[in-house]
RNA sequence: GGAGAGGUUCCCGAGUGGCCAAAGGGAGCAGACUGUAAAUCUGCCGGCUUGCGCCUUCGGAGGUUCGAAUCCUCCCCUCUCCA
C-alpha cells in the first residue's frame, strides 16, 4: 500500500470529498492535529464474528488515515461489548457472553488485518476489556463519573429516544465507559481523534470533554454520516440478511453481485466512498447516466469485492457474472486506475456458489424442488414449488415448469449444474 | 411494591368465540418492461402436499367450550403514572 505524502488538511479533504465526513467538533484544530503523524481510533462491537458491509465506511477511513501516514488504532469492544450501546437502538441489545465476545473479536481482527497494516505498530489492535474489566466500581465513579452530569446525558440524542423505551443502568454507563476509552488511548498512545458512526457522537463528544477535563488537552471527534442506498434502506441490508465481509456468510459472487445492483444515484457516491480510485478520474465519470453507468457499476463491484477478498476472487466473481449476464467492453479511460479485466478473458474460473451433492442420490434422480432447498436457494419446499410456479426457477439456463421434475445425471454436464433462483441469484451443483 | 395499558405471522398494525393461516401497509420474492438500475403493472408472500386437505402459529403454561388470537386462571416481559 503506497503512502502519500501530505499535510493534515490533505486527508481531512480527502475525506470530506469522499463523503465520509458527517461532522467533526473542531476542524481547524483537527486539521492541525492531522498535520503532523498522528494517532486515531474507531470502535468496533464484537456483536458478530465478522463485519459486514456497514462497517466498510469506518473501516476504509482508517485506511485512508493510514496512507496519509497516520496511525490507526481499533478498539474492539470486548470491555464495552459485554455493556451493550443504546445509540441508534430502540431496544436492549442482547447481552453477550464473554466467550462469545473473544470469538467474534478475534474474527474481526482477522478480517481487519486485510485492510490496514499492522506490522510494526503501524496500526493497533485493542481490546478494551485489558482496561475496563480490572476497573474498581467506586474508583470509577470517583474519578470519572465525577465528570458526568446526568441532566447533560439525558439531553444527548441517543439517550433520549431511549426514555421513551426504557433504559437500564446498564446501558447507561456505556456513555461513560466510551469516553473512558478514548481518554485511557489519549493518556496511554497519545490518540486525540475518535471517529465513528453518527449515532456515536454524543459518545465521542463525552469523550473529548473528559480528556480536557482530566488531562486539559484538546481531542477531536469526527462522525461519518448513516450511509443508506438512494431507495432509502440502510447498507448492506438484503431479504438474506447483511451483506457480510467474510466468505462463510456471504459468497464471494454473491458479494460482488450486491454492488453491481446498486442503485444508478448511488455510483458515484459509492465509488468515492468504497474504492480509492483517484478523485480526479471519478470526476471525469460523474455525468455519465443511463446505461453508460453499467460499466461503473461493474468496476465499484470489482473494486470492493477486490479490497474485500483479493483481486485473484474478484476476478473470478466479475468473470462469472460476465458470463451469465454478458461481457461489455469497459474503455481504459473509464477509472483507468482499476484493475478490473477489460480485455475478454477465457480463464475458466468461476466465483459462483458450490453445493456437492452425493453421485449416487442422483441415480435414482433428484428433485428440483429439493435442490433449490438443498442449496440455499429456496427457504422452503413451498417456497422452490413457488419459484418454479412463477417461472423463476432455471436448470442450466432453461426455465423449470414442472414442480415433480427430477434432475438425472445427463444434466450435469462436466459433473455439474447450474441453477438460478430468479435472474440473478445462482448456484451451481456439483456431483462428488 | 401499588394502579393502568399492552405483548398478533420479517416490521408496523387490524382482529375481541366459529366466515382466521389471521385485514391493511411496509419490506421481500417471482413475472412483464428494462440497462444485472429506478419507476410501474401482475402474481406470491407459515410448513407439508399434484390436489381434496393436513399440521404448526397470535408472550408462556393450564382451563372453559363442539369450537379460542379472541373467555377464565396463573406466570413471564414491556410501557405509563404513583412509591
Known sequence: ????????????????????????????GLGEYLSSPSTCYIGFDPTADSLHVGSLVPILSLVHMQRYGHRPIVIVGGGTGLIGDPSGRTEMRKLLSRDDIDRNALGIKNQLARFLNFDDGKALFLNNADWLTPLNYIDFLRDIGCHFSVNRMLATESYRMRLEQGLTFIEFNYMLLQAYDFYYLAKEYSCFLQMGGSDQWGNIVAGVDLIRRKLGKRAYGMTFPLITTASGSKMGKTAQGAVWLSEEKTSVFDFYQYWVNTDDRDVVRFLKLFTFLPLEEIHKVENL????????KRILAYEVTALVHGHERAKEAYLSACKTFGFIEIGADILPSSSIPRAILDE???????????????????????????TGLCNSRSAAKRLIEQGGAYVNDRRVVDIHEKLKKDLFVGGSLLLKAGKKRIHRVRLE
Open 1 to 28: 500500500m503506497e503512502l502519500k505524502e501530505g499535510k493534515g488538511l490533505d486527508v481531512l479533504n480527502e475525506l470530506k470529498e469522499r463523503g465520509f465526513v458527517e461532522q467533526v467538533t473542531d476542524e481547524e
Open 348 to 374: 475458466v474460473s468461476d466465483a459462483i456458489p458450490v453445493t456437492m451433492i452425493n453421485k449416487e442420490k442422483i441415480d435414482e434422480g433428484v428433485s428440483i424442488v429439493d435442490l433449490f432447498v438443498e
Open 289 to 296: 447516466t443511463g446505461e453508460q453507468l453499467n460499466p461503473l
